[in-house]
Each structure stands twice: as structure tokens, then as C-alpha cells.
């Protein structure tokens, strides 16, 4: 099974700061991964996808990128909706496998 | 718009078996692989089971492996999720979740609401 390994676990940053999210696959999954964010009591709502792909309605201060088989996920200039949790999704092979998710929150 | 509506979860008693319906709408459901995840409360996300458009691969995570079926009817735009020997670690709101395609790539395009699916004595 293909291990996604999420860091950090928790992250605190104030507003305006950048802001990067990594996710280490422990095999080539190309680029079958994407990040999330949820809010309290809320779905998941997709970011990114491809890898580098920016999802439909989401902010261009959200942006992502991969590095053989390292993705992050980085937020220009953060804002205060940007608070929750954030998880990466690896969808190339089954069982497909999530992050253990990144909280951030506001300093 | 995408919608997924997921209904059937509740209390349930270790042992006994749950089915789990999601009713899709505002897109095509019969070209969409389909997924359900879930959430213990307070805790990550885990991939559940996923089945293809057509219905022909089908795969589970191990958790659950041999006690849970997805299938679905697109005649009726549903995926279905039958779960038999339910144990307290099932405990958790379960998501319907729809794929998205990419370049070179696939992804969990929406997600429903989710099911709250409690299993206790």
C-alpha cells in the first residue's frame, strides 16, 4: 500500500504569511494527488488536483506543486477563511490513501 | 451542480448490518467512478471502497474488506454501501464522494454531506 506521510501536523501562522504543506508519497504515484481543506462540521472541498492543478472557484493564493515524489501545498499571503484542517489524497492505486491531515490556525 | 445526498445511517449494534444509499444528481453519475470515505469523529479521513462507472473494479480497503459491498444502480443514480458484521470502530460519518478525471490523473471531485454511522451496544 502506497503511504502518504503529511507534515506538519499542526501549524500555526499569522495572516498575510506564507504557508507550505507537504505530503511525501512512499512510491511514484505521478501525479494522482490532490489536497482538501475542511472546516469544522463541514465536506472536504477539493484545492488542488493533478497535483498542480487549481480547482475550480478556489483562490489563486493556494497553489501546488511536486518535486519527484514530494507534493506540497502552498498559501500566498493567508487570510483568515483559510483556517482548518488540510489533507492530501493519493488516487493512483488502491487502497487509496489520505494525509493525516495539517490543522492550521491563525497566530 | 453536483449533489450527493447520503441517507441510512443510525445506531446500530455490533454484529448487525447497515445499508448506505447516496443519491447523486447534476451530473452524468453513470460516467463517474464513485467512492466512499470516512470519518471517525475527531479524526483523518480513510478511504473506504471505490467502484468504477461501469461497475467492473471494485476495491475496499482492507478494514473492511470482506464485510462491506459497494455497488450502485445508475439506472436509479445511487451508490449503495452494505455493511455486514459492523464493529465500534465503523463508528464514523460516512461520505459519498465522486471522482474527478485530470490530465494523467484522478481525484475526489465533491463530496456529500455524510451519514453519521454509530455502531454500539
Known amino acids: 500500500d502506497i503511504q502518504m506521510t503529511q507534515s506538519p501536523a499542526s501549524l500555526s501562522a499569522s495572516l498575510e504569511e506564507i504557508v507550505t504543506i507537504t505530503c511525501q508519497a512512499s512510491?511514484?504515484?505521478?501525479?494522482?494527488l490532490s489536497w482538501y481543506q475542511q472546516k469544522p462540521g463541514k465536506s472536504p472541498q477539493l484545492l488542488i488536483h493533478s497535483a498542480t492543478s487549481l480547482a475550480d472557484g478556489v483562490p489563486s493564493r493556494f497553489s501546488g506543486s511536486r518535486s519527484g515524489t514530494q507534493y506540497s501545498l502552498k498559501i500566498n499571503r493567508l487570510q483568515v477563511e483559510d483556517t482548518g484542517i488540510y489533507y492530501c489524497l493519493q488516487h493512483y492505486s488502491a487502497p487509496y490513501t489520505f494525509g493525516a491531515g495539517t490543522k492550521l490556525e491563525l497566530k | 451542480e453536483v449533489q450527493l445526498v447520503e441517507s441510512g445511517g443510525g445506531l446500530v449494534q455490533p454484529g448487525r448490518s447497515l445499508k448506505l444509499s447516496c443519491v447523486a444528481s447534476g451530473f452524468t453519475f453513470s460516467n463517474y467512478g464513485m467512492n466512499w470515505i470516512r470519518q471517525a469523529p475527531g479524526k483523518g479521513l480513510e478511504w473506504v471502497a471505490y467502484i468504477s462507472s461501469g461497475s467492473s473494479y471494485i476495491y475496499y480497503a482492507e478494514t473492511v474488506k470482506g464485510r462491506f459491498t459497494i455497488s450502485r444502480d445508475n439506472a436509479k443514480n445511487t451508490l449503495y454501501l452494505q455493511m455486514t458484521s459492523l464493529r465500534s470502530e465503523d463508528t464514523a460519518l460516512y461520505y459519498c464522494a465522486k471522482e474527478g478525471y485530470g490530465y494523467y490523473s484522478s481525484y475526489i471531485y465533491s463530496w456529500g454531506q455524510g451519514v453519521m454511522v454509530t455502531v454500539s451496544s
Open positions: 512510491q511514484d504515484i505521478g501525479n494522482y
